[in-house]
């Protein structure tokens, strides 16, 4: 009978079991305002968390970004930035 190594500190399936973000910037978009996080705010839009949550004393900033957009606009600077 074989080991289960499974989530076994070192096993080879550690990394694998990981819970891993979805997408590209989950946890990295910060509002430049206020410096709080961006979170989604439905299937493809991100916007300001405080903004959206603790209202207009603590951040003004209403404006979303569509993800489609942000993934495209970090993808291709990184490819201007590394290519120069």
């Given at each position: 009978m074989m080991n289960d190594v499974r989530?076994?500190?070192g096993g080879p399936h550690e990394f694998w079991d990981r819970r891993r973000p979805r997408f590209l910037?989950?946890?990295?978009i910060r509002c430049?305002?206020?410096g709080g996080g961006y979170s989604?705010?439905?299937a493809?839009?991100?916007g300001c968390s405080a903004a959206r949550?603790?209202?207009p004393t603590a951040c003004g900033n209403?404006?979303?970004i569509r993800r489609d957009?942000?993934?495209a606009t970090v993808l291709d600077s990184l490819r201007q930035r590394l290519m120069e």
């Open positions: 989530g076994a500190a910037q989950s946890g990295l430049g305002c206020c989604k705010i439905s493809n839009l991100f949550n603790k209202g209403r404006m979303n957009v942000l993934e």
